[in-house]
């Protein structure tokens, strides 16, 4: 059943939520929108279509500590470090960045399972955004994501002064009860505007220039073929080997354990690593992947080819785009596809 | 600019026909207007893709470092304030100038697709670069902007036209000019304020730092083979903002490590994702070398030595910090 | 962080950088000289101002100092000819930096004091621990994680 909000009372509803548990949602910090949590003097911009980071955040935090070790004398005591389990929503999440969670969900869900991980997907209630309005660097329904109607536990809609909330599931239903006073049904008119919405932008979505990327050819019998292109070579030369592609992305998922020493214990945490970082996997024989050229070709190859072949054909790329506005250079999974996948580039 | 594009994709086939170079650096043509990236073309056809335009604003200097490492001869193609990043190169003995051909070609003013973002042009399909105005053509309409508010931070304080290095120049005459600021008018602001307030501002911005290490990967003068940052043994974490001290002294540590050396081309700030004023510090070690040990512009000549390199008898105490006022 | 908190006086923890041809032997000498300087400064030998990475610096903060101070030889007397003329110029930009930063430039100083210098060590340490004590504890570019507490 779709409910119904007038715009301008968006602000009661983020504090019913905040009532009793954490709200985050797409804040402004000196221009920058990134996920954040809510205060009543937040400054909330829903009208951004992308973050800079994704809302893996809050589910795969870019740092956490695990566990802490203290000696004292020849005792050594091991204390667990792990964040309290409390619920949270995070509002605002757009139909890539849902689909990102089911990515991340087969790695870490999967034997063994990542229990820091699954508590905080446990706890956490998606709020999802519909798209008006999609950038010319968007290209998720390649990848078969409706941005009009994205999944996620319940989803907004903003037409012109009224924001239409949709449960989905029951922790969005849960949510839903306790924000129902705020909320009116929506009508029969409010169905077509609903309806106007998701087809205008479907139709916006559908002349995209990025709409056409060709992934016919990305599949596990091509490994090798790909594995050895010679446009490997070509198409690395421009990377300058930082990580900002992979610290926006919302689906990669890559961490390295290190250990803090404080001075008086030992902190152990883990954070988010990236592939194209020269001591990626560094190993006590070196490094299995010494040039740029390698590097660059296993984060595409690991998105493109490994993990569908390991994930029932699911390219681990949501299409949000952010790679495509972020790179330093402006080297970008869509142009990797564009020059791999068989397609010439469109001038 | 289009002219110089023009020009040099001509030249730079005549020198790869006649062999004078082996291949060449430029900029390639992407998905969009906006997203040329650095590419070496080593065939006259490749060079059909060869674009300069308000977006290549990504410096080649510093992929000089590895393409003089190859056999042959490697054509370059150099904005004004490139070249200053190219002497300095030099200077450190990391680029083969006898492996080099550099074209200067001249510069309009790079701009920011973030500004035109935020100045509200949104799903850009198509940009044209007109004089002193920039259309964006957008899935919700056309857009006309000035493009002094497009432009690239850095270009707003640009040091000029005029290459300090170079073989032969490909300019033309009717490239836009623009009035430029004052680079230290920032810096100086900070400088005014109580340290609480600048701490606070700090703060804000360094809170975002996500640890992706572009500032670091794109600057020019970035250039060891192995980073400090890098070795995980100097107990810095290279990938993680653990902490807000991690943040702050990685800036402090990378700012401080191209001290003298930084020639303020500003390729920290434009590439930092979520635009933290990476320049500022920068310009901070600047302004006090100016003031401590006289005007010095890194990468002026290829020549000397950097003020962290020297030293004279008389130079100021470091007292000279709380002797100068201020909170 | 204080190091003592007994009694309620703010003892604010001081690192001291000092040469080991200069002011650490000036160090000794106020030692033998039975002169006092507070017991919260921590001396660290360093071959030579100019060894003094700055990274260094920013680890004792890090660490839980509340000022830190380098002292080296006088200008002109480096046992390595030119060592500390190279440091001066580090430590005044650093500095300069670090005030720009927010963290007070109280909190930061840098002195020459030779071998013969007793007297000049021990006025110069019991001078800054006053400053540095008058500032209070320097918690901006503490980390967090060496809180001893936060284990």
Redesign the interface.
């Known amino acids: 059943m779709m409910l119904k909000l007038s715009k301008d009372k968006i602000g009661e509803l983020f504090q019913k939520i905040a009532s009793d548990r954490t709200l985050y949602l797409p804040v402004d910090?000196?221009?920058?929108v990134?996920f954040g949590r809510w205060t009543p003097d937040a400054a909330v911009r829903l009208d951004q279509?992308k973050t800079?980071?994704s809302s893996k955040d809050f589910f795969f935090p870019?740092?956490e500590n695990i566990v802490?070790f203290?000696r004292q004398g020849k005792d050594i005591s091991i204390?667990e470090k792990r964040d309290a389990n409390e619920p949270f929503v995070v509002f605002g999440v757009r139909g890539c960045d849902v689909r990102s969670l089911d990515i991340l969900d087969r790695v870490f869900l999967c034997d063994p399972v990542d229990s820091f991980y699954k508590a905080r997907r446990e706890n956490g209630t998606i709020v999802s955004f519909a798209c008006s309005?999609?950038?010319?660097?968007c290209f998720c329904g390649v990848f078969g994501i409706d941005a009009a109607d994205p999944l996620g536990d319940a989803t907004i809609r903003v037409i012109g002064g009224d924001l239409y909330w949709d449960a989905k599931t029951d922790k969005g239903r849960a949510l839903e009860e306790s924000a129902g006073a705020l909320f009116t049904q929506a009508t029969a008119l409010d169905s077509d505007a609903i309806k106007e919405h998701d087809e205008r932008s479907r139709e916006?979505s559908g002349?995209?220039?990025?709409k056409d990327l060709d992934l016919d050819s990305f599949e596990e019998s091509a490994l090798l073929e790909k594995f050895n292109s010679p446009l490997w070579k070509?198409l690395s030369?421009?990377c300058?080997?930082?990580?900002?592609c992979?610290?926006?992305c919302p689906t990669c998922q890559c961490y390295?354990i290190?250990d803090?020493?404080?001075?008086?214990?030992i902190?152990r945490?883990r954070?988010?690593?990236?592939c194209m970082?020269?001591?990626f996997t560094?190993m006590a024989h070196g490094n299995n992947r010494k040039s740029q050229v390698e590097r660059f070709r296993q984060r595409f190859m690991h998105k493109l080819i490994y993990y569908p072949a390991n994930n029932d054909g699911i390219f681990s790329c949501v299409g949000c785009g952010r790679c495509?506005?972020?790179c330093?250079?402006?080297?970008?999974i869509?142009?990797v596809i564009?020059a791999l996948g068989g397609v010439s580039?469109?001038? | 600019m289009r002219r110089i594009r023009d020009m040099i994709r001509g030249r730079a086939g005549e020198l790869l026909r006649d062999g004078t170079v082996n291949r060449v650096l430029g900029w390639t043509n992407g998905e969009f207007y906006y997203d040329p990236n650095p590419a070496i073309f080593e065939t006259e056809k490749s060079l059909d893709s060869l674009v300069y335009n308000g977006f290549s604003a990504a410096m080649l200097s510093k992929y000089l470092i590895e393409a003089t490492k190859k056999e042959g001869r490697v054509l370059v193609f150099l904005k004004p304030c490139d070249t200053y990043s190219f002497n300095h190169l030099l200077k450190e003995h990391k680029v083969n100038r006898e492996k080099t051909y550099v074209i200067g070609i001249g510069c309009g003013g790079m701009l920011d697709i973030e500004k035109l973002r935020t100045l509200g042009a949104k799903g850009i399909e198509s940009i044209d670069e007109e004089g002193e105005n920039v259309v964006a053509h957008t899935l919700y309409g056309d857009k006309t902007f000035a493009r002094r508010d497009a432009l690239l931070e850095k270009c707003l304080s640009c040091k000029g036209k005029e290459h300090k290095v170079y073989d032969e120049l490909a300019v033309a005459d009717d490239l836009w000019e623009w009035e430029t600021v004052n680079r230290f008018t920032k810096v100086g602001e900070l400088e005014g304020m109580g340290p609480g307030e600048r701490f606070s501002f700090w703060r804000g911005e360094l809170s975002r730092c996500i640890r992706c290490n572009a500032c670091r990967n794109a600057c020019p003068v970035c250039s060891c083979l192995k980073c400090v940052f890098d070795n995980p043994r100097s107990g810095v974490q290279a990938k993680a903002n653990a902490d807000s001290f991690e943040e702050n002294m990685f800036h402090i540590i990378r700012a401080f490590h191209v001290a003298g050396r930084c020639s303020d081309c500003g390729e920290c700030s434009r590439v930092c994702p979520q635009n933290i004023p990476l320049h500022l510090l920068n310009r901070k070690f600047i302004k006090d070398i100016n003031a401590f040990y006289g005007e010095y512009q890194a990468g002026a000549v290829a020549e000397g030595k950097s003020p962290l390199t020297e030293y004279a008898t008389g130079d100021v105490e470091p007292s000279i910090v709380y002797e100068r006022g201020g909170a | 962080m204080p190091i003592n908190e007994e009694g309620g006086a703010f003892k604010p923890l001081i690192v001291a950088f000092c040469c080991n041809w200069c002011s650490y032997a000036g160090a000794d000498l106020a030692g033998s000289s039975r002169l006092n300087y507070p017991a919260n400064i921590k001396v660290i030998r360093v071959p030579c101002s100019c060894r003094v990475n700055p990274l260094f610096i920013l680890r004792a903060f890090q660490r839980g100092a509340d000022g830190v101070i380098m002292c080296g030889c006088h200008p002109g007397d480096c046992h390595y000819t030119s060592g500390n003329y190279f440091a001066r110029r580090r430590t005044a930009l650093l500095f300069s930096m670090l005030d720009y930063l927010g963290i007070e430039k109280g909190r930061t100083r840098v002195e020459w004091v030779s071998a013969a210098e007793g007297a000049k060590f021990a006025n110069t340490m019991n001078q800054f621990a006053e400053t540095i004590s008058a500032l209070g504890e320097c918690r901006r570019l503490e980390d967090i994680r060496c809180v001893e507490s936060e284990i």
């Open positions: 910090n000196n221009g920058q990134n279509l800079v980071k870019q740092t802490a203290k204390i309005e999609p950038e010319e660097n916006i002349r995209l220039p990025l070509e030369q421009a300058v080997g930082c990580g900002t992979t610290y926006v390295d290190q803090f020493d404080t001075g008086h214990g902190q945490f954070c988010w690593d990236s970082y020269s001591d560094l495509v506005a972020k330093p250079i402006s080297m970008n869509a142009k564009r580039v469109s001038v």
